[in-house]
């Protein structure tokens, strides 16, 4: 979709014409597309309107008529327009809304492209906007080529105009460093949980109606039939194609088949990493990897899964896990990280799992391992850390046990040391405490780094360990 990539001499400009500007005017369009179909899909549901078409295309057409001319008012309504310091949008004809992004505010900005956009080569931005939510950065739709060039734009406005020759309007897609292929995809997704829960609870359903002609549980088929689709479509639907490469502004990630959607980690900006390994994953050497970043657990966009966005690999073997941990925390080694199990006391309250129970800590993290069935590995930058706090229900009282939260910002990571001796999780929160303090400090010392190493699309060479060639972790 974009053309070769062109030397810049200076940062792309907007015209006074474009200040104040609309949207594309197919805008409408491609956001209210789906509330037709919709009401296309009720109406033929409806056993009176399908015997009487006239009256079915009446109200079709006044569907389809509203939709428009809402639309198009809010189309006209809506404007944006750069000012010395920040973007501003304007909409709404009913009740006005008026969004200012401050540049100084802006963390990353990425160029998605839903499905029907893509149709009409449109694209959205997506801004990561510190304190914001996700629909708070969101600027939609535009032609793929001027969602680009704006993109250069703002950059260099929030940045500096250095930026402007590192991230090109017309910038080339950098060389992977890893594909995850479909098949594992799927095989991942069939393996998982829940759709094995469902389909089993689906074949029970089957036998139950055919041998035993219990008709009254046709109505549990549809929900055990949705908890086999719905991670399919979202596993491997949504993760298709999934791409790892790296740039000058961090990693990125590329996935989707129909709406294919761009996320950058930029340096700096990552609060924690949460490695998961269901059973049977575990047999295969699979694990996912998902990452609290800065300023993407806001307020989640319709549709849209809580932590959308913070997938770093879906699934993967031992070494991608290796390559990608070493990405994100150069000179990290998982597997030197010394482990201390809980006390054997901890069976009274997970029987099977306590041996599982584990934490540690070096001088860049802690990690925090526990589950049997599917295992959470937590890993926790110190100067990340936002809190410490000791918890200890009636049972643990009585067997001298305590929980240690590692509190970060809000997303999949969720660092908890279980059931530990109290008097060795009362030092914990008070070291781990100093830990943070210390690392804040000296973080604080030492200039903010703008870019990572250089992109090495040769493969992953680190010597890290995932944890489930951790044996200190059992």
């Given at each position: ?26 805008t ?76 100084d505010?802006i ?47 703002l ?69 055990l ?92 073997p ?23 199990q ?31 069935v ?8 110190h ?14 009282r ?43 400090r000296i973080?604080d ?30």
């Amino acid at each position: 979709m974009t053309e070769p990539p062109q030397e810049l001499t200076q940062p792309p400009q907007l015209t006074e014409e474009v200040m104040g500007a609309r949207l594309h005017p197919l805008t409408p369009f491609v956001k209210g597309w789906g509330y037709f179909v919709v009401a296309a899909i009720a109406m033929a549901n409806n056993e009176g309107l399908r015997t009487n078409l006239k009256i079915a295309g009446i109200g079709l057409g006044a569907v389809l008529v509203g939709g428009i001319l809402l639309g198009a008012l809010s189309w006209w309504f809506t404007k944006w327009q750069l000012t010395g310091d920040a973007i501003r949008v304007d909409s709404g004809f009913l009740f006005r809304r008026t969004r200012i992004i401050r540049f100084d505010r802006i963390q990353t900005i990425d160029v998605a492209q839903p499905f029907v956009a893509r149709l009409f080569g449109m694209a959205e931005l997506r801004m990561d906007v510190a304190g914001g939510g996700k629909n708070d950065g969101r600027l939609s739709y535009f032609t793929y080529d001027e969602a680009q060039k704006l993109r250069a734009t703002l950059l260099v406005r929030a940045k500096g105009e250095h930026a402007v020759q590192q991230h090109p309007a017309d910038e080339v897609e950098p060389e992977p460093l890893l594909v995850v292929p479909t098949g594992r995809l799927l095989g991942a997704t069939l393996l998982s949980s829940t759709v094995l829960a469902s389909a089993g609870g689906l074949v029970v359903l089957i036998v139950s109606v055919t041998v035993l002609d219990a008709h009254a549980g046709l109505f549990a088929g549809l929900p055990l039939l949705l908890g086999v689709v719905q991670p399919i479509w979202k596993q491997v639907v949504g993760n298709h194609g999934f791409t790892l490469s790296e740039t000058h502004e961090g990693l990125r990630t590329k996935r989707g088949l129909f709406d294919v959607q761009r996320q950058t980690v930029p340096p700096g900006r990552v609060q924690g990493l949460l490695i998961t390994e269901p059973l049977i994953w575990r047999l295969l050497g699979w694990s996912r990897v998902d990452l609290d970043i800065a300023g993407v657990a806001g307020s989640k966009g319709d549709g849209e899964d809580e932590h959308e966005g913070s997938q770093l690999l879906p699934v993967g073997p031992h070494q991608e896990v290796i390559g990608v941990l070493a990405r994100v925390l150069p000179g990290f080694n998982l597997s030197a990280v010394p482990m201390h199990q809980a006390p054997s006391r901890a069976k009274w309250l997970r029987p099977v799992g306590w041996r599982y129970l584990a934490y540690g800590f070096d001088d860049q993290v802690l990690v925090t391992t526990r589950g049997w069935v599917s295992r959470r590995t937590s890993i926790v930058l110190h100067h990340k850390t936002q809190s410490v706090r000791l918890h200890q229900g009636p049972l643990q009282r009585r067997l001298r046990l305590a929980n240690v939260h590692v509190d970060t910002p809000e997303g999949p990571t969720d660092a908890i040391a279980l059931h530990r001796d109290q008097e060795e999780a009362a030092a914990l929160v008070q070291a781990q405490a100093i830990r943070a303090r210390e690392a804040r400090r000296i973080a604080d010392s030492v200039p903010a780094q703008t870019q990572p190493n250089e992109p090495r699309p040769d493969g992953f060479n680190n010597s890290a360990a995932s944890p489930a060639d951790d044996s200190s972790a059992r």
